[in-house]
């Protein structure tokens, strides 16, 4: 973090460095002295300076300036450092002015000039003035800060990418913070583009896509080699399962995920049922776990990188990525995984982002503190999204279709002792309403046909799971919902499927086309759990290395 700044600002050179001399004797080793020659080249650099979140002590400004006098600079200058201690040197003339400011800007004192000798006539003042700055001020956050606002969609994909990656941020909400509203408007001139990223070192991106940001804090998105063994598409439990033991073998692996490490698992507040964890493992835990284990078997782990197409080369196999690069390889295992269906309804697509989230109750459950917001769905992550968000919310209503919550016994029996929760069963949700940001739900009970219109801050969604199999849509047998058909179950009258080209039968976990692989929540017969997904993973790796022990 830069040293907190002492501002000398003065349009006679000879005093500005005469004053810059001075200063710098005394306090340049715990402050950065910065001489400016006036008033609006200052405020043009506290500007920036408010970019990179750095502090300012003081401010010691020459009243007689030609184009903006001392006290008209600290008018501005204050409204971006209240905290700043303000100093105005002044000659006798000035004096009525000077006294006039000491309420207009809450002046801390006025020096006569000439200041001379420093030790009597200044140090003794800034000392003063400096230590109690020192003991008041609240000094500002020096890692990555987001401003934005609750309603834009892409300020919450930062925020999740960011969470997800375990990576720690500040959040300005532009509606809330009129500083950090002016700082997005002088980067962007308006707020047109949301959200705006400062980094630590000056930089700024606007509205960054995720694989700038990713790079931005310095993760892996491109992969080092030509060619590898194996590569893993999706790093849920089935995919980093699968590259663990492959890179525990010494293959060469690498893992592509278009989000972040975890997948769903990594979104879960707490997973209570998965062996050797009595009192629970988050999921962002669970995932740092098994990353560092990934990398530390030399596995590459390319963040913020889509695969869109599976591809058959003869022996080799290549994937394409969505920024329109191809990484090849022998073998593929697509461990994409599943995620929650986007709701088709009035005021769906709208408000995505904008108070309707996605199995995101993590990154978002904070920002709805002592707010009533509701929850679809009746399902064990439904149940964890619930009792996460009742943490914060004043009232947490989970809307179940059916007459009861399908959970595990563990969380239905949690749900029902949390008194901040109310199940409302045999409920559909039919309508969402706002203008920006949500801000109603209409809901219908199918047993009574009764309409209810409810006030909602917040809708996180847990229904309607569908698989991430599109990237080999057109390559491997899937189910009509999408689902991977593989091993036995492409077995039709004990005959292997179509276009089949080896004299052995699909290995377990092999899909319709030799050498390409799938596990976890992609595939056809999934439970939907973390250890069925790992251990399919486990097991995918068995039968790729078969695989490539025959070619
Ligand atoms: C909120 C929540 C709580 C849960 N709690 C529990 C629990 O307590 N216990 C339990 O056993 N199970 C739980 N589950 C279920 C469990 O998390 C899943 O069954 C498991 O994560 C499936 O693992 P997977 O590796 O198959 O896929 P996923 O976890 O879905 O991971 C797939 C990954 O692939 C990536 N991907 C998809 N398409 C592409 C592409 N084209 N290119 C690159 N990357 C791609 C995705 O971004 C994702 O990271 C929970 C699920 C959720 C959503």
Redesign the pocket.
């Known amino acids: 973090m830069a040293k907190p700044a002492i501002f000398s600002i003065d349009d006679d050179p000879s005093v500005l460095s005469a004053v810059e001399r001075d200063l710098r004797a005394h306090y340049g080793q715990e402050y950065r002295i910065i001489p400016i020659n006036s008033g609006r080249a200052a405020l043009d650099y506290l500007k920036k300076m408010k970019q990179r979140n750095e502090t300012v002590a003081l401010f010691l400004v020459d009243q007689r300036m030609p184009e903006m006098n001392g006290v008209e600079f600290l008018e501005q200058a204050i409204q971006a450092y209240p905290q700043a201690k303000r100093v105005l040197l002044t000659a006798y003339a000035d004096t009525a002015a000077a006294i006039a400011s000491i309420n207009e800007v809450g002046l801390d004192y006025y020096l006569m000039k000439p200041w001379h000798p420093p030790e009597e006539r200044l140090y003794p003042i800034l000392d003063e003035l400096i230590e109690d700055w020192k003991m008041h001020v609240r000094l500002p956050y020096e890692g990555i800060r987001i401003a934005g606002t609750l309603w834009s969609l892409p300020s919450h994909e930062v925020k999740d990418f960011l969470t997800r990656h375990q990576i720690p941020y500040q959040w300005l909400d532009i509606e809330k913070d009129t500083n950090a509203r002016q700082l997005v408007e002088d980067i962007n001139l308006g707020i047109t583009k949301l959200p705006v990223v400062f980094f630590p070192d000056g930089d700024v991106l606007v509205q960054p896509n995720l694989t700038e940001l990713a790079e931005k804090v310095g993760l892996q998105t491109r992969a080092e080699k030509p060619f590898y063994d194996i590569v893993v598409?999706?790093?849920?439990?089935?995919?980093l399962a699968a590259a663990v033991y492959a890179g525990s073998e010494g293959y060469k692996c690498v893992v592509?995920?278009?989000?972040?490490?975890?997948?769903?698992?990594?979104?879960?507040p707490?997973?209570?049922?998965?062996l050797g964890f009595p009192s629970g493992i988050s999921?962002d835990d669970l995932t740092r776990r098994a990353v560092s284990q990934a990398k530390r078997f030399g596995v590459e782990i390319l963040s913020a990188?889509?695969?869109?197409k599976v591809c058959v080369k003869d022996k080799y196999r290549t994937i394409q990525l969505a920024d329109g690069t191809e990484i090849s390889c022998h073998v593929v295992l697509v461990?994409?995984?599943?995620?929650f269906h986007i709701l088709r309804m009035p005021g769906g697509d709208k408000l995505t982002g904008a108070g309707i989230y996605y199995?995101a109750?993590y990154t978002e459950a904070m920002y709805y503190k002592d707010k009533h917001v509701f929850v679809v769905g009746g399902a064990?992550?439904a149940a964890?999204?619930a009792l996460y968000l009742s943490r914060f919310a004043s009232k947490v209503t989970v809307l179940i279709r059916g007459p009861q919550p399908t959970a595990s016994k563990y969380l239905v029996d949690a749900l029902e002792e949390n008194e901040k929760v109310e199940l409302l069963l045999n409920t559909d949700l039919v309508e969402l309403k706002g203008g920006n940001t949500l801000e109603q739900i209409v809901v219908k009970n199918s047993v009574t046909n009764e309409l209810q219109t409810l006030d909602a801050a917040a809708l996180f969604v847990?229904v309607g799971v569908r698989p991430?199999s599109?990237?080999v849509a057109d390559l491997v047998q899937r189910n009509e919902k999408g689902y991977i058909y593989t091993g036995a179950d492409l077995m039709v009258d004990n005959k292997p499927p179509q276009g089949w080209t080896l004299n052995r039968p699909p290995f377990l976990f092999e899909t319709s086309v030799p050498g390409i692989f799938a596990?976890?929540?992609?595939c056809y017969g999934?439970n939907?759990?973390?250890?069925?997904?790992a251990g399919a993973?486990t097991i995918a790796f068995a039968m790729m290395k078969e695989y490539l022990k025959a070619l």
């Open positions: 598409v999706g790093s849920g439990p089935a995919g592509i995920e278009k989000a972040a490490p975890g997948g769903q698992a990594g979104s879960s707490r997973i209570e049922n998965y999921g990188q889509e695969a869109v461990a994409t995984g599943a995620s199995g109750a064990n992550s964890q999204g847990f991430q599109q990237l596990a976890g929540d992609v999934t939907h759990r973390v250890a069925s997904a993973g």
